[in-house]
Nanobody
Framework: QVQLEESGGGLVQTGGSLRLSCVVS?????????MAWFRQAPGKEREFVAA????????IYSESAEGRFTISRDNAKNSVNLQMNNLKPEDAAVYYC?????????????????WGQGTQVTVSS
């Protein structure tokens, strides 16, 4: 059973940075071709943040994340990271790591097979 575990969340001031990490276990990371980060704030639907293909070259971002967040993956360490800079109060949410065996990249959460439990990010103004 593939398991995803996020870490790195916490409390940060507006303008600060956080680095989220997600480690995949229980199955070959090589089969998790597509990795992504989503987030969900209280009372809101889960929304796409960023995704990265198996190659580590193809990436996509939400409009709010573009230019501030960077997604990367380390296939040797079975992990994917999300570097978040210039954080804003509206970035506060539970951040989820997700994986999929499909090729390419996708924004739709229905394209993803496995999910982590989430890590809380709080941004103080």
């Amino acid at each position: 059973q593939v398991q995803l575990e996020e870490s790195g969340g916490g409390l940060v001031q507006t303008g600060g940075s956080l680095r989220l990490s997600c480690v995949v276990s229980g199955g070959p990371f090589s089969k998790q071709l597509l990795m992504a980060w989503f987030r969900q704030a209280p009372g809101k639907e889960r929304e796409f943040v960023a995704a990265i293909a198996r190659s580590g070259i193809t990436t996509i971002y939400s409009e709010s994340a573009e230019g501030r967040f960077t997604i990367s993956r380390d296939n040797a360490k079975n992990s994917v990271n999300l570097q978040m800079n210039n954080l804003k109060p509206e970035d506060a949410a539970v951040y989820y790591c997700a994986s999929s065996g499909r090729y390419g990249v996708a924004r739709n959460p229905n394209e993803y097979d496995y999910w982590g439990q989430g890590t809380q990010v709080t941004v103080s103004s």
